[in-house]
Nanobody, 123 residues
Framework: VQLQACGGGLVQAGGSLRLSCAAS????????MGWFRQAPGKEREFVAS????????YYADSAKGRFTISRDNAKNTVYLQMNSLNPEDTVVYSC?????????????????WGQGTLVTVSS
Protein backbone atom coordinates (compact mmCIF):
# COMPACT_ATOMS: atom_id res chain seq x y z
CA VAL A 1 0.00 0.00 0.00
CA GLN A 2 1.28 3.40 -0.94
CA LEU A 3 -0.07 6.70 0.25
CA GLN A 4 1.00 10.05 -1.11
CA ALA A 5 -0.14 13.31 0.37
CA CYS A 6 0.02 16.55 -1.56
CA GLY A 7 -1.50 20.01 -1.60
CA GLY A 8 0.56 21.68 1.07
CA GLY A 9 2.09 25.06 0.61
CA LEU A 10 2.27 28.59 1.90
CA VAL A 11 -0.92 30.39 2.86
CA GLN A 12 -1.73 33.49 4.86
CA ALA A 13 -3.47 33.30 8.18
CA GLY A 14 -7.20 32.98 7.66
CA GLY A 15 -6.72 31.26 4.34
CA SER A 16 -7.58 27.79 3.12
CA LEU A 17 -5.88 24.76 1.63
CA ARG A 18 -7.10 21.39 0.47
CA LEU A 19 -4.82 18.43 0.99
CA SER A 20 -5.15 15.25 -1.01
CA CYS A 21 -3.95 11.75 -0.27
CA ALA A 22 -3.86 9.27 -3.12
CA ALA A 23 -3.81 5.58 -2.29
CA SER A 24 -2.66 2.69 -4.40
CA UNK A 25 -1.97 -0.97 -3.97
CA UNK A 26 -5.21 -2.24 -2.46
CA UNK A 27 -8.96 -1.78 -2.40
CA UNK A 28 -9.06 1.72 -1.02
CA UNK A 29 -12.81 1.91 -0.68
CA UNK A 30 -12.97 -0.83 1.95
CA UNK A 31 -10.93 0.89 4.61
CA UNK A 32 -10.97 3.81 6.99
CA MET A 33 -8.54 6.67 6.52
CA GLY A 34 -7.09 9.42 8.68
CA TRP A 35 -5.09 12.61 8.63
CA PHE A 36 -2.34 13.42 11.08
CA ARG A 37 0.14 16.21 11.58
CA GLN A 38 3.50 16.54 13.23
CA ALA A 39 5.65 19.47 14.17
CA PRO A 40 9.43 19.12 14.49
CA GLY A 41 10.35 17.58 17.82
CA LYS A 42 6.76 16.81 18.73
CA GLU A 43 4.61 13.72 18.66
CA ARG A 44 2.35 13.02 15.78
CA GLU A 45 -1.13 14.44 16.35
CA PHE A 46 -4.42 13.05 15.12
CA VAL A 47 -6.43 15.47 13.00
CA ALA A 48 -9.40 13.70 11.42
CA SER A 49 -10.69 10.31 10.33
CA UNK A 50 -13.28 8.93 7.96
CA UNK A 51 -14.87 5.54 7.55
CA UNK A 52 -14.87 3.44 4.39
CA UNK A 53 -17.92 5.04 2.82
CA UNK A 54 -17.35 8.61 3.91
CA UNK A 55 -20.56 8.58 5.90
CA UNK A 56 -18.88 8.95 9.27
CA UNK A 57 -16.15 11.32 10.31
CA TYR A 58 -14.34 12.27 13.50
CA TYR A 59 -12.20 15.29 14.34
CA ALA A 60 -9.67 16.39 16.88
CA ASP A 61 -10.79 19.41 18.86
CA SER A 62 -8.23 21.53 17.04
CA ALA A 63 -9.86 20.66 13.71
CA LYS A 64 -13.54 20.88 14.57
CA GLY A 65 -15.35 23.61 12.70
CA ARG A 66 -12.34 24.42 10.52
CA PHE A 67 -11.30 21.22 8.77
CA THR A 68 -13.37 18.78 6.74
CA ILE A 69 -12.29 15.29 5.79
CA SER A 70 -13.85 13.60 2.78
CA ARG A 71 -13.09 10.86 0.30
CA ASP A 72 -13.69 9.90 -3.29
CA ASN A 73 -13.47 6.14 -3.54
CA ALA A 74 -13.67 6.24 -7.31
CA LYS A 75 -10.42 8.22 -7.30
CA ASN A 76 -8.81 6.37 -4.38
CA THR A 77 -8.31 9.71 -2.70
CA VAL A 78 -9.03 11.23 0.69
CA TYR A 79 -9.10 14.98 1.20
CA LEU A 80 -8.64 17.42 4.05
CA GLN A 81 -10.18 20.83 3.47
CA MET A 82 -8.61 23.28 5.88
CA ASN A 83 -10.17 26.69 6.47
CA SER A 84 -9.38 29.55 8.82
CA LEU A 85 -5.77 28.48 9.03
CA ASN A 86 -3.51 30.03 11.64
CA PRO A 87 0.25 29.91 12.21
CA GLU A 88 -0.19 27.08 14.73
CA ASP A 89 -1.31 24.90 11.83
CA THR A 90 2.17 25.14 10.33
CA VAL A 91 3.29 21.51 10.38
CA VAL A 92 3.71 18.47 8.14
CA TYR A 93 0.43 16.71 7.39
CA SER A 94 0.29 13.04 6.46
CA CYS A 95 -2.38 10.47 5.78
CA UNK A 96 -2.83 6.96 7.05
CA UNK A 97 -4.93 3.95 6.18
CA UNK A 98 -6.50 1.32 8.35
CA UNK A 99 -7.18 -2.24 7.33
CA UNK A 100 -10.70 -2.08 8.73
CA UNK A 101 -13.76 -0.27 7.37
CA UNK A 102 -15.15 1.34 10.48
CA UNK A 103 -14.41 4.80 11.77
CA UNK A 104 -11.37 5.13 14.02
CA UNK A 105 -11.71 7.49 16.95
CA UNK A 106 -8.21 8.74 17.45
CA UNK A 107 -4.70 7.86 16.50
CA UNK A 108 -4.44 4.10 16.98
CA UNK A 109 -5.47 1.41 14.54
CA UNK A 110 -3.76 2.61 11.38
CA UNK A 111 -1.58 0.26 9.45
CA UNK A 112 -0.21 2.20 6.52
CA TRP A 113 1.38 5.63 6.52
CA GLY A 114 2.28 8.00 3.74
CA GLN A 115 4.80 10.76 3.26
CA GLY A 116 3.72 14.13 4.48
CA THR A 117 3.12 17.48 2.91
CA LEU A 118 4.20 20.71 4.54
CA VAL A 119 1.69 23.42 5.32
CA THR A 120 3.06 26.83 6.22
CA VAL A 121 0.73 29.52 7.49
CA SER A 122 2.13 33.02 7.64
CA SER A 123 0.86 35.62 10.08
Amino acid sequence: VQLQACGGGLVQAGGSLRLSCAASGRTFSRYAMGWFRQAPGKEREFVASINWSGGSTYYADSAKGRFTISRDNAKNTVYLQMNSLNPEDTVVYSCAASDLPHLIYGSTGYKYWGQGTLVTVSS
